[in-house]
T-cell receptor, first 114, second 115 residues
């Protein structure tokens, strides 16, 4: 149990285009999901907290107009990278909160912007 | 600001030897500390959390508030322990339904167990 999936696992897009990444909790409901980003050889960085039915809370330095988060249901949160640029190339990971504090992570999405 | 430091990028030990992965943190308050593990080609998963004071796969970690440390230990390393280990910190636990904090991760330590 407690499986989180992400789609796509890998995407290559051209500079200026937008890309949507889905995060799904497959066998449980998650009122809170998190989005993380990991640049090469660096640690995971929290980007935003996504709560079902409300606006996401962004960490300092993360542009909310660039990284659009929608948490439309208790099992789905999406991250849209708008007008992507090469510097947005990164590994994006979501996690879904179960219970009081346990987080289950998705497998991640490798975004490459050319 | 909260911060997690894992001073060792790479740690290599022989099978059967003791293992200690270091983690120090900076947080103004009472944090919750976790260790996450990522085996090769697998997703990140929770290994253990300090509040449960449990031992998972032979690993233990004690929160030392005086030294602001949460080192991960195992007395006898096994080859299947080879993986990336991340120490993570979150704000204090809240009651169920009271919301949750995202995690702040250290940079990770690559543990290699040699046969």
């Amino acid at each position: 149990g407690a499986v989180v999936s992400q789609h796509p696992s890998r995407v290559i897009c051209k500079s200026g285009t937008s890309v949507k990444i889905e995060c799904r909790s497959l066998d449980f409901q998650a009122t809170t999901m998190f989005w993380y980003r990991q640049f090469p050889k660096q640690s995971l960085m929290l980007m935003a907290t996504s709560n079902e039915g409300s606006k996401a809370t962004y960490e300092q330095g993360v542009e909310k107009d660039k990284f659009l988060i929608n948490h439309a249901s208790l099992t789905l949160s999406t991250l849209t990278v708008t007008s992507a640029h090469p510097e947005d190339s990164s590994f994006y990971i979501c996690s879904a909160q179960m219970g009081a504090y346990e987080q289950y992570f998705g497998p991640g999405t490798r975004l490459t912007v050319t | 600001a909260q911060r997690v430091t894992q001073p060792e990028k790479l740690l290599s030990v022989f099978k059967g030897a003791p293992v200690e992965l270091k983690c120090n943190y900076s947080y103004s308050g009472s944090p919750e500390l976790f260790w996450y593990v990522q085996y090769s080609r697998q997703r990140l998963q929770l290994l253990l959390r300090h509040i449960s004071r449990e031992s998972i796969k032979g690993f233990t970690a004690d929160l030392n508030k005086g030294e602001t440390s949460f080192h991960l230990k195992k007395p006898f390393a096994q080859e299947e322990d080879s993986a990336m280990y991340y120490c993570a910190l979150s704000g204090p636990l809240k009651c169920s339904g009271g919301g949750a904090d995202g995690l702040t991760f250290g940079k990770g330590t690559h543990l290699i167990i040699q046969p």
